[in-house]
């Protein structure tokens, strides 16, 4: 008796209409989307066929160059997995497979991903129990390059050379960028093998989200120079990535790199993981660092800090604390061409070089900015007002300029930073500046 594949009822249907023509801009956005609708429903679907972006002929022409570690197919092809154990003592022929399928395809613009076609309607009951046992979160993502039990297992965790070629061994393909990134830390430590790196994958997905990195050269350079230290972030890199720096001031007053973290972007609490991790690599200057400088997310994580770096005063770099107060003057309508004297009215304020200077320039901006914005200023900044205005600055009487320094290191870091958007890249254009930096060190010393 042959088995007819029953009619669709008007929720299937239902739920086929909602799933067609639904757009993604990353694979790993419908990956996630996939898990959560697989669960709600009991099913599990598996890949039967696939294209990868990067074989496609359009690979290499914008914007699809851009984005190939980032959509990953150009076609995919799920079909549902009847997980349902056969019963070995029936005497009835196999069924036939379930015919429930889903297609994803490259949209027309080569921009994202769509749901071009898809059959919901399937030819046996949902199991639970069968579902609990054969589902696996982020499978679609580990499915192309590492199982997500191995990413799970080492994440947030100091790797080692042999961990790293482990890693490699269990690559299954270039998906994600992971295969790349892992070959970069592989080449690092066949040069420094007393490299610290610390990765971290996204939760059930074999996805880079924070590598940490310090070289053996750079941890001396901190443990030699561990007074002041400045914290240099660059959001939004390249429009992927969020890069962090974390810089020492030698006995010259030049700043030097010891540290530095690529993450995705918005990654919380990156400032607090990268002195974590800064501290687990050189735990000797813990009690040493008189003074960190950093960006004004810091504000935000000051408990953390100062719990991490119990001797050192904290401030906020003025630059940056001016670009955020100026930001938020225009978001409450407080700077504009109406009033163009705003800007200078801050900078002054910042730069005031005695609590008098300050008080004056409190009073003008007290006088003249909207009361919205003076809100803001007075719950969030005139409270910390020794975190940023220049005659409370720790540097002040050492004759040195954080911001200078910190703008200095940003212009050469973007000068060496190729225009690329994956992990991979960054994390080796990073490892050949801090090879150019410590071979033109030697050639100086060598004059």
């Known amino acids: 008796m042959e088995l007819t594949e029953p009619l669709p009822s ?8 909602e799933l067609l023509d639904r757009t993604f801009f990353s694979w790993a956005e419908f990956s996630r989307f996939f898990d959560k609708w697989c669960q709600q429903r009991l099913v599990v679907f598996s890949v039967k066929s696939s294209t990868r972006v990067a074989r ?5 022409t914008p914007p699809l160059y851009r984005l190939i570690h980032v959509l990953k197919y150009s076609y995919v092809l799920l079909v549902c997995k009847d997980v349902r154990m056969p019963n070995k003592s029936t005497a009835w022929p196999p069924q036939p497979s379930c015919p429930a399928f889903i297609t994803v395809k490259l949209s027309p613009l080569r921009d994202r991903l769509v749901v071009t076609e898809c059959q919901l309607t399937h030819s046996h009951p949902a199991c639970p129990r069968e579902f609990a046992y054969h589902f696996r979160p982020g499978h679609l993502l580990a499915n192309s390059c590492l199982p997500v039990r191995i990413t799970n297992q080492i994440s947030k965790q100091f790797v080692a050379p042999a961990d790293v070629r482990r890693l490699l061994t269990h690559c299954k393909g270039p998906d994600h960028g992971v295969l790349d990134a892992l070959q970069v830390l592989e080449g690092l430590f066949r040069t420094d093998p007393e490299a610290k790196v610390k990765l971290v994958f996204v939760e059930d997905q074999a996805m880079v989200e924070t590598v940490f990195l310090l070289t053996s050269r750079t941890r001396a350079l901190l443990r030699r120079f561990p007074r002041i230290l400045l914290v240099d972030r660059l959001p939004g890199l390249q429009g992927t990535l969020d890069l962090m720096a974390v810089l020492c001031v030698d006995s010259a007053g030049r700043a030097r790199q010891a540290a530095c973290c690529v993450a995705r972007p918005g990654t919380p609490s990156l400032l607090r ?3 974590v991790s800064l501290l687990q690599s050189a735990p000797d ?6 003074c960190l400088t950093a960006g004004p997310e810091v504000a935000g994580q000051l408990r953390a800090v100062r719990q991490l770096l119990p001797c050192a005063r904290v401030q906020i770099c003025r630059a940056q604390g001016l670009e955020t107060l100026f930001s938020k003057a225009q978001e409450l309508g407080g700077a504009s061409q109406e009033d163009p004297d705003l800007w200078p009215l801050l900078c002054r304020l910042a730069d005031s070089k ?8 409190l009073a003008e901006l007290r006088s003249q900015a909207p009361t919205a914005f003076i809100r803001y200023f007075e719950h969030n900044w005139a409270p910390r007002h020794d975190m940023w205005v220049r005659f409370r600055a720790y540097e002040a009487t050492r004759d040195l300029d954080a911001c200078a320094l910190v703008r200095s290191h940003r212009r050469r870091l973007l000068r060496r930073l190729s225009p690329s958007h994956s992990v991979a890249q960054c994390l080796r254009d990073l490892v050949a500046m801090q090879w150019a930096d410590a071979t033109g060190e030697a050639a100086l010393r060598g004059c």
């Open 285 to 290: 200057v813990k009690g040493r660092v008189r």
């Open 354 to 361: 005695s609590y008098t200077a300050y008080s004056e320039a």
């Open 273 to 275: 993981f990268m002195l």
């Open 56 to 60: 496609s002929p359009w690979a290499n």
């Open 10 to 17: 008007a929720a299937v249907q239902k739920e086929e209409q």
